[in-house]
């Protein structure tokens, strides 16, 4: 589906950490989560995770990482965007009495958070919250309040478990197993989050990001080797069986001229 543009006011910032805003606008968009919008802000269109779903109301938490996402980051409360969406295959949420791990590196939080919040009404669920250092630790008291049973890594050891992603999931699984799981972030993470948890045999869904221009699968531009699948509408979640079937999953990825990095 198109899904024709809307123009909403943004209505909070919320500043997350050093350099990630969280934007909340009202909308009748109707989102499921690890679903994305794209949005915006009338020079330029990119996608953008949902990191919190209400009614009524939908938020994106955006890290400041280039000329897009730093206009975005001088936007204020009144300003307005454009959103449309939203786009793509969501996070398998169909769980009841389950034991469920949830597992975002630095931005990575944002889809997963708005799944943990719909994971935990059913569910029994630890949340792995994983960055470079303390400042960049996102939703963690998000996390908290809504149920969850949270554990924070970091690179630097500055809070909670001191190593990367992987070598927290690793402790974790010497006293837990699990029913399923939930992975997004740097693909270089995900990797090793990938061979861990097929190690423990336990399934997962994993959310991959790529270069995208049109978000309706038409552009060809997010498609990935060998399948062929477009990240923006057979992803940009897939479980662990399809994850084996792209072959540059954690390898490489490529540019907006579809170069090979």
């Not at 990482?65 to 300003?79: A, K």
């Not at 970091?154 to 197993?177: I, N």
Request: hydrophobic share 35%.
């Amino acid at each position: 589906m198109i899904n024709a543009p809307q123009i909403v006011e943004i209505t909070e910032i919320i500043e997350e950490t050093p350099t990630i805003k969280t934007f909340r606008f009202n909308t009748d968009i109707e989102a499921n989560p690890g679903e994305f919008l794209m949005v915006w802000n009338f020079f330029d269109e990119k996608p953008m995770s949902i990191s919190n779903i209400g009614d009524g109301e939908l938020s994106i938490s955006v890290k400041n990482i280039g000329e897009f996402t730093s206009q975005l980051h001088d936007l204020n409360v009144g300003d307005k965007i454009g959103v449309r969406g939203s786009y793509g295959n969501g996070f398998s949420t169909d769980f009841n009495g389950k034991k469920l791990l949830v597992i975002g590196g630095g931005v990575g939080m944002a889809p997963v958070t708005a799944l943990t919040h719909d994971l935990v009404k059913n569910n029994d669920v630890d949340v792995l919250v994983a960055a470079t250092t303390k400042d960049e630790l996102l939703f963690l008291d998000d996390l908290k309040n809504c149920g969850a049973n949270v554990f924070p890594c970091t690179d630097d050891g500055s809070y909670g478990f001191e190593g990367y992603a992987s070598d927290c999931l690793a402790s974790l699984l010497k006293d837990s197993s699990y029913d399923y799981a939930f992975v997004c972030g740097p693909e270089i993470m995900m990797i090793g989050i990938y061979d861990l948890l097929e190690d423990a045999n336990i399934p997962a869904d994993y959310s991959l990001e790529r270069y995208m221009k049109c978000a309706l699968g038409v552009c060809g531009q997010c498609c990935v080797d060998n399948t062929g699948w477009r990240i923006c509408v057979e992803g940009p979640v897939f479980d662990n069986e399809q994850i084996k079937l792209i072959d540059e999953f954690g390898k490489y990825r490529r540019d907006a001229s579809g170069v090979r990095y």
